[in-house]
């Protein structure tokens, strides 16, 4: 059984912070790598970051680059999304996924957590 679970989603004002988690069952996360992807009302699914299982390599996108900080806690089996000075534009259901690879292309990961609401609004 494989399963992810996100957590710390909220409603939070321009320029706060939110950390974000990623818990894993059925495995542990060293087998993988993990990215976190979000979906914003009326947009395609995109990347924001990922993780490798091999070496800890991180990924982001060009949009959270200096903002967002993703790292891997093998011992507690999670993945953190630390997000600091949040913009509107964050606002989406963020998702965690598991995949062989890293990859910020939704389409290369096989397994999906359900996801976590992040509203960023004044």
């Known amino acids: 059984q494989v399963q992810l679970v996100e957590s710390g989603g909220g409603l939070v004002q321009p320029g706060s912070s939110l950390r974000l988690s990623c818990a894993a069952s059925?495995?542990?996360?060293?087998?993988?790598?993990i990215g976190w992807f979000r979906q914003a009302p009326g947009k395609e699914r995109e990347g924001v970051s990922c993780i490798s299982s091999s070496d800890g390599r991180t990924y982001y996108a060009d949009s959270v680059k200096g903002r967002f900080t993703i790292s891997r806690d093998n011992a507690k089996n999670t993945v953190y999304l630390q997000m600091n000075s949040l913009k509107p534009e964050d606002t989406a259901v963020y998702y965690c996924a598991a995949g062989v690879l890293p990859t910020l292309y939704y389409t290369g990961m096989d397994y999906w957590g359900k996801g976590t609401l992040v509203t960023v609004s004044s």
């Open positions: 059925g495995y542990t996360l060293d087998y993988y790598a």
